[in-house]
Every structure is written in C-alpha cells, then in structure tokens.
C-alpha cells in the first residue's frame, strides 16, 4: 500500500526547542543561584547618623549630607548628641552607622575597628574671654571661671587635655556648658572664658566675633601645639576676613584646629560609603575660612584609619557607574556583577553548541529510518526476501515516517527520505523484472 503524500509537520517547534535549551536553561539558573549566595545584601534606605548639639556645625553639616542622600532615595536620621565622644560610644555598640568626630579624640575601645572616611574640614579651638581680661597663655587660666563644654563633648574632651597640660587643673571652676549656653553665661558674666571647637562658617561664632564685650584668644603657640600634638594644626584668622567694613578681627588671630572626621561603623554598606563621600564632597568642597576650594574631604588628618571604600573614592572618584546611573541602578548593576562569572562561563560556551545539538535531534528523527530501508533494500538484494515482502516493508516504513513530527525547517529531510524510499521501490520494481 503506498502512503499519502502528506507530511508531518511540527506545528510548534518551541516544545523540542524547549527539550533541548531547557536543560541548559536551568544549569543557566542553579549557576546563577550559586553566585548570588556571594552578592552583598542591598544599601539600606535608612540610615542612622550621630552629629551633636542641634545648634553646633557638625548637625548642620549633617542636615546637608541628609538632604543629598534623600535625592538617591536613602534617608539619613540625624541624632544629636552632646559630641564626639558620645558619638564614638554610639558607633561602638553599632546604635549609629556615622558621625562626625573631632580629631584627636582619645578612645581606649579597640573593638569593633572603627574606620574613617576622610577628614572634612577644619574646626578651630576658640576662646572667647572677657575684655577686661587679658590671658597671654593657657597656664593664666589658673583659678578663673571656664565654660569647656559638656561632658560627652570633644570639645570637653581636647581642652581639658591641654589645660592640663599647661598646668590648669579643675578646681570646681570648669563650667559643663557649650554651645549657645556657654556663649549666655560668657554674656552674662558667669564665666570669665567659654572655648567652642567648631566651624568658623557656625553663626554662633560670628555673632561672638563681633560682640565688643568679648576678644577673641590668640595662641601665640599654634606652631608649638601643632608640634606636640599631630592631630593639631596651626591655622590663622586673617585680620578684617569677619566683617571688613569694621575689621572684625583687628589682627590676624592664630589658632589650633583639629579636624572633624568622618567615621564610621565596619560594617556600613559600601555603597553608602560612596555616597557619603559624594554627599561631602559636595557639602566642603568650597572651603572657607581656614580651607582651600576643593582641599576637602581628604584621606589625612584622620581620626581612625581609612576605609578602603573611601581609599578608592580618593584615588579614583565615584565607582563608574553611579556617574552615569541612579544610584539605586548603579547599587543594582554592581551587586550583580558577580553573575557575570556564570553567565561567561556557561552561557557563551552553550550558546555555541546547543544549536548544532538541536540540528542533530531533528536530523536523528529522519536518519534512523535509513536503516530500516537500507535493510530492506539489502534484503531485496540478496534474496532473503520476495519482492511482495520488500514492498510491504517499504510502505509500513512510508507510513511510519508520515507520522514523524519534525519543525517546518526539517521537512525537506522528511521529503527526500521519501523520496529514496520511493526510489528502492523502483529499483526493485526495475530489477523484479531482470530475474
């Protein structure tokens, strides 16, 4: 019985292509869930900063570090605090991932290993006495009435140090005040000198600069501090810079200044760590009264040693991609380079080989049945079987193939292989005739 003409034809190739891309798929996949078991977690959107007294610089420089990371969709929650030193407690037992810290700062704590992120600017020791005193240095100090800020402050913290140093030792007479109150009770005859360690762009600092009851202490030893203590450096205020209409200062005033820092808790995410460095970068960049445009932030002058997120930041700027992306697709794009790895190292590779296994699947459905009909032609041919026999053989054969499900492209293999059955027919129709 000769078969129909018609000819199976797979109407949905995806189902085989399925079959043999599947399993590659797949490999594809477990390779990728292996790699994201080595991808850090996500920023946080929340994070949690020590700064100081709300009236003092460090909280203002802060407010302006929150408003940058708002735009990049991260919330920076601004704590105050009496100053540096309770800011490092705060860092210690991880309540706070940053905060500014005035250098110099002693902290006997070793552990966790807390990191700096660069210094970020200047800010002087100031004090402010009465004008009917006159105190040519620090050792005059002796018995008089001193605002040296809160305990928990480093302001506290770094005059008591040089007070000591040049033999002023507390005799009841060291006021806990800083800030807006020491600058009151300096006003109102309370205290005979109040000392602030802040920035010189703080208001406070202004208003005391221009008030002609107060005069501001010139340390006619800034070189001397600055050779003693490292973490000190020998800055000037230049005659007139306050206000120039009225010389505000009348000369030139010498003064030490630590620097405040930039710190944080080991474990803070790194790209946070980026965007803080942009963030200040963008606030100290100008500079000021004591710094030059575009000296701030810098990776000396630290506190603690340097991250080595920030260490790059310094080196070679922002990571590429948050220059040209959103912060949260630069963050995304980052974290998942990792998966690059699988992706090279199977998907290329199986890119190249499972087409030609996909053409030798198809092909392999039509290619088996040449051995049936090679069979039976040489059967035919060495006289094992009749010609009725081949001939059954030979249309069992045709109807078989009928039913063979090959993709549109693939049906010209159908079409030839019945084409040779077609022609061992003939042979054997032309050669039943020679015997």
Do not use: C
């Not at 199977?346 to 290619?367: D, S």
Request: no cysteine.
């Amino acid at each position: 019985m000769r078969g129909t003409n018609s000819v199976a034809i797979e109407r949905n190739p995806f189902r085989q292509q399925l079959k043999v891309y599947g399993p590659a798929a797949l490999l594809v996949v477990a390779a990728f869930a292996l790699a994201y078991q080595f991808i850090q977690p996500a920023p946080p959107s929340h994070v949690v900063m020590a700064t100081g007294a709300i009236d003092g610089a460090y909280h203002a420089f802060a407010q302006r570090y929150a408003a940058y990371l708002a735009r990049e969709g991260i919330t920076l929650e601004l704590r105050p605090t009496a100053g540096s030193v309770e800011n490092l407690k705060l860092l210690r037992t991880g309540q706070v991932s940053l905060a500014l810290v005035q250098g110099g700062i002693q902290d006997e704590v070793q552990e966790p290993a807390l990191v700096s992120l660069g210094s970020v600017y200047y800010e002087p020791l100031w004090l402010f006495l009465r004008r009917q005193h006159s105190y040519p240095l620090l050792r005059d100090l002796v018995g008089r009435r001193i605002a040296v800020g809160p305990e928990g402050s480093g302001t506290r913290a770094l005059v008591g140090r040089l007070l000591r140093d040049n033999g002023v030792e507390d005799a009841g007479n060291w006021q806990a005040l800083g800030g807006q109150s020491a600058a009151d009770a300096l006003l109102a005859g309370e205290v005979d000198g109040a000392f602030f360690v802040t920035s010189a762009q703080n208001p406070l600092i202004g208003r005391l600069l221009k008030h002609p009851d107060l005069m501001l202490f010139d340390f006619a030893r800034a070189a001397a501090y600055g050779r003693r203590y490292r973490f000190l450096n020998h800055v000037e205020l230049p005659e007139g810079v306050v206000d120039l209409a009225a010389n505000v200062p009348a000369r030139t005033v010498r003064l030490v200044a630590p620097t405040a820092n930039l710190v944080a808790h080991p474990d803070l995410h790194p790209a946070v760590v980026d965007l803080m460095l942009q963030a200040a970068d963008k606030v100290h960049r100008e500079g000021g009264w004591f710094e030059g445009r575009d000296e701030f932030p810098m990776p000396s002058l630290l506190a603690f040693p340097l991250s080595k997120e920030a260490d790059r930041f310094y080196k070679h700027g922002p990571p590429f991609l948050q220059r040209f992306l959103p912060f949260w697709a630069a963050s995304l794009v980052d974290r998942l380079k990792v998966m690059l790895l699988p992706l090279l190292v199977l998907l290329f590779p199986l890119l190249k080989v499972m087409p030609p296994i996909y053409t030798w699947r198809m092909r392999a459905r039509v290619y088996r049945w040449y051995r049936e009909l090679e069979k039976a032609e040489q059967q035919w041919a060495d006289g094992s079987r009749d010609r009725t026999e081949v001939h059954g053989a030979l249309d069992r054969l045709e109807a078989e193939v009928q039913h063979v499900n090959v993709p549109l492209s693939f049906t010209d293999q159908l079409y030839h292989l019945r084409q040779h059955i077609d022609l061992v027919r003939r042979r054997i129709d032309a050669g039943s005739g020679s015997r």
